[in-house]
């Protein structure tokens, strides 16, 4: 069963951060564009983190799930979100 859990990584060398917003395995990965990741459950999909990079140069919301959340968390890293 997975449960609600939201964990953040930011590595500064890579530009990135790590979003997890659910604790479960992840199946596979969905790429939005080259800087943005959803990482999903294998059945039935739901997302289980989102992998942000070149994050200094901010972060589309679209396409991304729990954009509010994520907004939050990015603005909170002082990181521009459009």
Not at 15 to 22: E, K, T
Not at 46 to 55: A, E, I, Q, Y
Not at 72 to 82: D, E, F, H, Q, T
Request: glycine fraction near 10%.
């Amino acid at each position: 069963m997975e449960n609600k859990m939201l964990r953040v990584e930011t590595d500064p060398t890579a530009d990135a951060v790590y979003i997890q917003l659910l604790d479960g395995p992840i199946g596979y990965s969905e790429e939005l564009d080259d800087n943005r990741l959803i990482d999903r459950s294998l059945n039935p999909g739901k997302p289980v983190g989102v992998d942000l990079l070149s994050v200094s140069e901010g972060v589309k919301l679209d396409g991304l799930p729990e954009p509010e959340t994520i907004k939050r968390i990015l603005v909170g890293l002082g990181i521009k979100v459009y």
